[in-house]
């Protein structure tokens, strides 16, 4: 079944969405013309997701599928994309149906106000409602990419009237390449932009949570999304609570919003058909994990037919193989002796390969790769904003953890994804990265990865971590952003360097397929 929906990554767009694999009250959905590893899972009832024909209804922009069929935004048409597809649109019965005439009084599209950066919740910043759908509408931060935006309600803790930060004494961050950001004066900015403030009436106190340190509860799996665990509650905050897997180690705690569609009371799972992931025994050593499938917590019990994970409980014949690794690179496991690195019949072919990249790699590093000068950030990404990092978010963790998370990492249904219509921008700014896919880089070995992060700069100091982690091209390719700041204690300035460098490989090989 198809249908439109947001993107997670770029909460301003909406794509064309299939139903991949259906979950008790949960779907997988996949984006038509993209890779699968962009896939992504939510509850059915979710208001990010509307039926097909709902842009049209309601003014909205829709991105047209990616691939051989070619479409163009304005040529798109729901029906005849089902005829080619073959493919039927999924009924609007099966939505939920809201208030759609019923906008949240006072926030309009257009309106200022001032509100929480939620990739560093430290920073409060000028911000604009850019979309206004049903009860929620889009906070947009001024002169930033949309990749920060969230979706919210009258009530969230994390927006403020205009002129609260100076009221309460916080400073604000204007807007990005703002012409005098030690001085900038509210009234001043809403007269250059002609613009209004949004009426302080219009916000709403939330009320508390409720949630109590220990009470039980069920909790989906940010690294492995198919998964719901049983879980505690192992903190609290004014509107956030901390989620602890029952059985495993802290390392995998994690804040969420008390009000997070992601977890659910006890006794939910069993309701709605969602199989539930008991507590891991005493007996059953997290570090061990199960010999077929490196998934946290998983018993060998095979995926479903439609998931692409369904190898995973077969066993390689190569003697003393794990199923570790590919011969291609392409994937993280295998279970046939086509695929496995180790088998006599590959070991020529890895050998020449080998030779190849490390001849196109010392070309590159004299080429495409200059080493260049520490210097000041200057462009994309936010450092200037990372003025305060929380110190508690960064653990030291054992180093069998560190390669069962960096490998886990390949498994989540939430990589980030980096558009095309970003690229030019990412290609400015990372010029050392542009036309390098991830298919070149999968091949890449640990000094290879370890010269190509020197070159970014500001992260030649970080590039010894990668080597002293023996990460490998493939390793890397698996890093998610979590990974390399809290895990590797990377500094989120040259994190998002790195970082915004996978995406980019990731997306040139979309850009190819």
């Known amino acids: 079944m198809k249908l439109e929906g947001i993107d997670p990554q770029h909460p301003s767009m909406y794509f064309i969405l299939t139903v991949a694999e259906v979950c008790g009250y ?7 013309g993209y890779s699968e590893c962009h896939d992504f899972w939510l509850n059915a009832d979710s208001p990010d997701i509307h039926p097909a024909g709902w842009f049209e209804e309601t003014g909205h922009k829709l991105q047209p599928p990616k691939g051989v069929l070619g479409y163009k935004e304005e040529e798109f048409s729901w029906t005849n994309y089902l005829k080619i597809t073959k493919a039927q649109a999924a009924p609007k019965h099966l939505f939920v149906i809201r208030n759609t005439h019923e906008a949240p009084p006072g926030f309009e599209v257009g309106m200022k106000l001032e509100a929480v950066d939620r990739m560093n919740p430290s920073l409060i910043c000028v911000a604009t409602v850019t979309d206004v759908v049903d009860d929620r509408f889009l906070v947009h931060f001024d002169n930033w990419d949309d990749t920060y935006d969230y979706w919210c309600d009258p009530s969230s803790p994390y927006i403020h009237p205009v002129g609260w930060c100076q009221e309460h004494g916080k400073p604000l961050t204007p807007p990005q390449d703002y012409p005098d950001p030690d001085n900038f004066i509210w009234e001043k900015y809403l007269k250059e932009t002609g613009a209004s403030a949004v009426p302080a009436w219009a916000f709403k106190v939330r009320p508390p949570h409720g949630f109590l340190v220990n009470m039980k509860l069920e909790a989906v799996d940010r690294r492995t999304p198919s998964f719901i665990r049983v879980a505690s509650v192992e903190d609290v905050e004014d509107h956030r609570i901390k989620i602890h ?17 992601d977890i659910h009371p006890i006794g939910w799972c069993s309701k709605t058909g969602h ?16 010999s077929g499938c490196p998934t946290l917590g ?8 439609s998931s692409k994970y369904s190898f995973h409980h077969r066993k390689c014949p190569t003697p003393g193989c794990d199923g570790s690794g590919h011969v291609t690179g392409r994937f993280t496991a295998h279970y046939c002796l086509s695929g496995c690195p180790l088998a006599e019949k590959n070991q020529g072919k890895l050998k020449a390969d080998l030779s190849d990249t490390e001849a196109s790699t010392r070309k590159r590093n004299l080429i495409g790769f200059p080493q260049r000068k520490k210097s000041r950030h200057h462009g994309r990404g936010r450092p200037p904003k990372y003025r305060k990092i929380q110190q508690e978010d960064f653990q030291t963790i054992s180093s069998d953890n560190m390669h069962q998370s960096l490998f886990m990492s390949a498994l989540s249904a939430h990589p980030d994804r980096s558009l095309s219509l970003c690229w030019e921008q990412h290609c ?11 298919t070149t880089v999968a091949k890449w070995t640990i000094d290879e990865v370890f010269s190509f992060v020197q070159t970014l700069t500001g992260c030649e100091d970080q590039a010894k971590l990668f080597k002293d982690e023996m990460i490998d091209g493939e390793a890397f390719l698996l890093l ?8 590797m204690s990377v500094k989120l300035g040259p994190a998002l360097k790195i970082y915004n460098a996978i995406l980019m490989f990731k997306n040139a090989d979309d850009t190819l397929k």
């Open 275 to 290: 199989p539930l992931q008991p507590p891991l025994r005493p007996k059953e050593p997290a570090s061990s994990a199960h």
């Open 245 to 261: 897997f029952d059985g495993w180690s802290h390392v995998y705690d994690f804040w969420i919003d008390a009000d997070h569609p």
């Open 480 to 487: 998610t952003q979590a990974d390399i700041v809290k895990i």
């Open 428 to 438: 400015k700014l990372l010029p050392g990265v542009a036309g390098i896919t991830a």
């Open 298 to 305: 998983c018993k060998n019990i095979p995926h479903t037919k």
């Open 26 to 32: 949960r779907m997988r959905l996949h984006f038509d």
